[in-house]
């Protein structure tokens, strides 16, 4: 390519390339940047839940809650729920959004660890509900959107949406053509390409042909540039990830103050696992599951046995787990399910276009773009999306289910946590390293939520003594004597800041749907 890019072509009307085309349109307001949209293809939401950082996406765009959220059918998010995932009847966890709250005397993680030590009947769901004032609000079902109801929770940046993710595409149309945009709903019938084996032109069923100096692959799992036309070997994450397919519904309420929740609830069941995804007309819900180890119509039995009803349209989804060895190609950049993906889990679909995204745009800037720019833009990407199909990975690997043969087979698998992947390492953190020779996970973001919630402590009172040459357990007691009475203080003054909140229901009737 070795030139500036001015006229792009992204090849794909869904989320992920109304999400592109919305995005270098607001930022190249000069380039003649395009979608070309296929007539009658369906459209594969990336899912109808998010993460908090979808945020720095809206407000980029300029789109606040009161404009998007009717038309997309939405409703806050604060949390994903964990329901069975260390066993069959484990109970649940939540992993909330938003920072932690240090005090005076709370410094970091490991003080709810102490408590844990000295009081071992207290349950794991304990630590968020202690470390994060925002648990509150999760408790009960309720939001709050003044930035600073707590010290660490900023509404505008931690809380995230349920939406339907066909509307929410639909929506991003709409800001590319007022953007200036264009959309032209043609179907491809040839690709040509030069000697070099780049694409020269896409020919369309009118007759007509388009060129472009990029074209940006947004065709989903059929990456129809990427892999069926410069056929980029792929590379699979099923060693470290184990689902393949999924069956798919929307449910009606029965009691909608009641199940209209602030979560999105993930609970492990034989095969796999159920989300449940609640909106506001509507809850979407769906079974994640492998094929090697159940049918897909056993697997549907399974699904509607667990709604309790077959009176509903079920869709089937399968899904290429992995990313392509190269993102960008000659003159082809995937962006979306073309790329890769990892896995409904967590939420990650739209989390890696937005960051595909933001990799892209310092390469589009520059006068030349080069193999070694390209190859940025490749590094860049897969880095990221390794380390969250590595965080992913993690709620299978802490598991201890063995009650199907699913669960065996993942109490086997070599989930390959590399070395590099540990970071901020505190002292206890060192220590558990150094003495157990095992690798660690992160301690940022969801990561101490799952763990702790999967029973996976780092702070042990073998790791204190070993960091600290101190064995005594009496002199740890009194050390830590007022901790628990502390974190309980907390909790309460959480609850009356919260006790004065709306409900979520409410909160949305007045001021979204009035």
């Not at 100096?213 to 947004?218: A, E, H, Q, S």
């Not at 967590?346 to 390209?374: C, D, R």
Request: net charge neutral; hydrophobic share 35%; glycine share 6%.
């Amino acid at each position: 390519m070795d030139k500036k890019i001015n006229s792009i072509w992204i090849v794909g009307g869904g989320t992920a390339g109304a999400s592109v085309a919305c995005v270098l349109k607001k930022t190249f307001p000069e380039k003649d940047i395009r979608i070309l949209e296929g007539r009658d293809i369906p459209i594969v939401g990336v899912g109808e839940s998010t993460l908090s950082s979808i945020n720095n996406f809206l407000q980029f765009l300029n789109i606040q809650d009161k404009d998007f959220m009717k038309k997309c059918d939405a409703s806050y998010k604060l949390s994903i729920r964990f329901e069975n995932w260390l066993d069959k009847n484990s109970g649940s966890f939540h992993y909330p959004f938003g920072e932690p709250y240090y005090d005076e005397k709370i410094h970091n993680y490991n003080y709810w660890y102490y408590k844990k030590f000295l009081n071992p009947e207290t349950p794991n769901t304990d630590f968020a509900d202690c470390m994060f004032p925002q648990m509150e609000l999760i408790n009960q079902n309720k939001v709050c959107e003044k930035n600073n109801v707590f010290p660490t929770w900023n509404f505008t940046q931690d809380v995230a949406y349920h939406f339907d993710a066909t509307k929410f595409g639909m929506l991003l149309k709409e800001k590319f053509r007022e953007l200036g945009g264009r959309i032209l709903v043609e179907n491809i019938v040839n690709i040509q390409r030069n000697e070099d084996g780049s694409i020269k032109q896409l020919d369309l069923d009118t007759q007509n042909s388009v060129k472009g100096d990029l074209y940006i692959d947004c065709t989903g799992f059929k990456s129809l540039l990427l892999d069926k036309t410069l056929k980029e070997p792929f590379e699979s994450y099923e060693d470290i990830l184990p689902n393949n397919s999924a069956w798919a519904t929307k449910q009606p309420y029965q009691d909608k103050e009641k199940e209209l929740v602030g979560y999105t609830n993930c609970k492990a069941v034989e095969n796999g696992w159920i989300w449940n995804i609640p909106l506001w007309s509507r809850m979407g819900t769906g079974y994640v599951y492998s094929d090697k180890y159940i049918s897909d119509d056993d697997a549907l039995k399974q699904f509607q046995n667990h709604l309790g009803t077959e009176d509903l349209e079920f869709k089937k989804l399968k899904m290429r787990i992995g990313i392509h060895k190269r993102l960008w190609v000659k003159n082809v950049c995937a962006v979306g399910l073309s790329a890769g993906f990892i896995e409904p889990l967590e939420s990650n679909g739209l989390l890696t276009i937005h960051h595909f995204i933001q990799n892209l745009i310092p390469i589009l800037k520059k006068e030349v773009v080069n193999e070694f720019a390209k190859q940025h833009y490749n590094i860049a990407c897969r880095r990221m999306f390794k380390g969250f199909a590595q965080f992913v990975s993690m709620h299978y690997a802490l598991s201890n289910r063995t009650d199907t043969e699913y669960w065996k087979d993942i109490q086997k698998r070599n989930y390959k946590i590399e070395e590099n992947f540990i970071e901020d390492k505190s002292d206890f953190q060192l220590a558990y390293i150094n003495k157990m020779e095992e690798n660690y996970w992160h301690v940022k973001g969801g990561f101490p939520c799952i763990a702790t919630g999967m029973n996976w402590f780092p702070t042990t009172f073998e790791t204190i003594q070993y960091a600290n040459l101190q064995p005594d357990i009496n002199y740890w007691t009194k050390q830590w004597s007022g901790i628990s009475e502390h974190f309980e203080q907390r909790k309460k003054e959480f609850k009356k800041i919260v006790n004065f909140c709306p409900t979520l229901y409410n909160y949305l009737n007045k001021n979204i749907y009035h």
